[in-house]
């Protein structure tokens, strides 16, 4: 007998749709931004959103029909919220349960050939060069002198540390390890891009003014596009350019570009955030700075604290067997695992800093901590992302110690859900670095004291 899925009252659409849908809107579910993070931030959306999300499984188990979360769009999704239903569509097959969701369409504003709206071979064709490029099962990537000298050169930030700072910062790194040192400056190319992912946000908000902005998009992607195209012609010796000619055939390789510099984005976010947390836990910032597998273990529970990503979405692409659930083909999924990476109901350490869940195998057998999401669809770029940010907080945490000025987090309270990251101001304290864990008083007195 196939397992029942039952549908969400109105009141809880509208609960869910109000405290999960319209906090992704207001951030801006390509570009975000720092109004609406602010104001998600101060209404604590992430907690309002895990608290409707909890009453829905209580009464109705962890498959649940909602209306279609995004504006324009109509049928149901399938809200996702047991572990068991997690792991069964993040471990099956990527042909079956497809990453090129309905929910995604906005995409097609800043990147149409993209890996995350292809289906069949062309996905399989495109998934394969992202892995050459990214060299994603590598232990270390072919190009990983090069990337750590190019972070470690640009992380340099004398007396403080802000968001708009390392943004700038990375974005050189982008450009450097994707393009070349030629492109370090081209901050055209990255205005253009963050232009079409803003208006990418329209696609998803209100279709009839992306309709106004089609002929400006397309002249901007067209010009993007060009510029990115330039970049691969003249291949700069060490860049993730250069290896286009050895990878797999791949119909249209620059369009894969938009996804990889978007994703650094997400990366200074995951590495300011870490900054955060580390200068506000000192016993974990001392065994940080001494310890690289535990550093790494920071800057991924740094991720699963406040993912920059906090949907995962796919479509099946056939009749599927969830479980025992029939699930018709073109079913929309949607996996909110910014709340259940922030379960209270099911883990202990929901909202502390726990890094050692990375390393004594917690993290790894829950499907529902997939920071970078998990199986054939992960993200192809997790270990260049890790990489990237591995060496740029071994670089300032060794360079310096930081107080955080700005949002308030404190090691002996729960860590807040919804964290502003465009708020954050690391502030260098003055002295030499050491590796001892200071108390929260001493790093209180620093932080005032500069």
């Not at 403080?160 to 700072?165: D, G």
């Not at 580390?278 to 910032?285: A, G, I, K, V």
């Not at 597998?293 to 740094?302: H, K, N, S, T, V």
């Amino acid at each position: 007998m196939a397992r029942e899925i039952p549908t969400a009252s109105r009141g809880e659409n509208l609960r869910f749709l109000l405290a999960y849908t319209a906090a992704t809107l207001l951030r801006g579910p390509y570009a975000h931004g720092p109004r609406g993070a602010s104001l998600a931030a101060r209404l604590d959306a992430t907690t309002h959103a895990l608290r409707a999300a909890q009453e829905i499984r209580r009464r109705h188990g962890g498959l649940i029909w909602m209306p279609r979360w995004t504006p324009g769009t109509t049928g149901r999704t399938l809200l996702v919220l047991a572990p068991e239903d997690v792991e069964a569509v993040l471990s099956g097959p990527a042909e079956l349960y497809s990453p090129d969701s309905p929910d995604k369409h906005g995409m097609a504003v800043f990147q149409p050939d993209g890996l995350s709206l292809s289906r069949g071979r062309m996905r399989r064709d495109r998934r394969d060069f992202a892995e050459y490029v990214l060299d994603s099962h590598a232990p270390r990537h072919r190009l990983c002198d090069r990337i750590t000298r190019i972070v470690r050169t640009e992380m340099t930030f004398p007396g403080q540390i802000t968001h708009a700072e390392a943004g700038l910062a990375f974005r050189r790194i982008a450009r450097r390890i994707l393009f070349g040192d030629p492109a370090r400056d081209d901050e055209m190319t990255t205005d253009i891009l963050r232009a079409l992912r803003s208006d990418a946000n329209w696609d998803v908000n209100w279709r009839a003014v992306r309709r106004l902005r089609g002929r400006r998009d397309a002249k901007l992607l067209e010009l993007f596009t060009r510029r990115v195209s330039g970049y691969v012609r003249t291949a700069t010796a060490g860049s993730l350019m250069s290896q286009f000619a050895d990878a797999p055939i791949c119909a249209d390789p620059s369009g894969q570009v938009a996804q990889w510099l978007m994703a650094f984005e997400s990366t200074t976010t995951a590495v300011l955030q870490c900054l955060a947390l580390l200068s506000t836990h000192p016993h974990q910032r001392a065994e940080a700075v001494r310890n690289e597998d535990y550093l790494r273990a920071c800057f991924m529970e740094a991720v699963r604290l406040w993912d920059p990503v906090p949907s995962i979405t796919r479509a099946t692409t056939g009749d599927a067997d969830l479980r025992g659930a029939h699930l018709p083909e073109d079913t929309s999924l949607l996996i909110p695992v910014g709340l259940l990476q922030r379960d209270d109901e099911r883990l202990d350490y929901a909202d502390r800093f726990a890094p050692e869940i990375w390393l004594n195998g917690t993290a790894e057998r829950d499907w529902t901590i997939s920071p970078f999401s998990r199986g054939e669809a992960g993200c192809p770029g997790r270990d260049l992302a890790t990489l990237v940010a591995m060496t740029a907080l071994s670089t300032l945490l060794r360079g310096h110690r930081y107080a955080l000025a700005a949002p308030e987090i404190s090691a002996s309270r729960p860590l807040p859900r919804t964290i502003d990251t465009f708020a954050i101001k690391l502030v260098a304290l003055p002295g030499p670095v050491d590796t001892r864990a200071q108390t929260d008083q001493e790093v209180s007195q620093s932080a005032a004291g500069s």
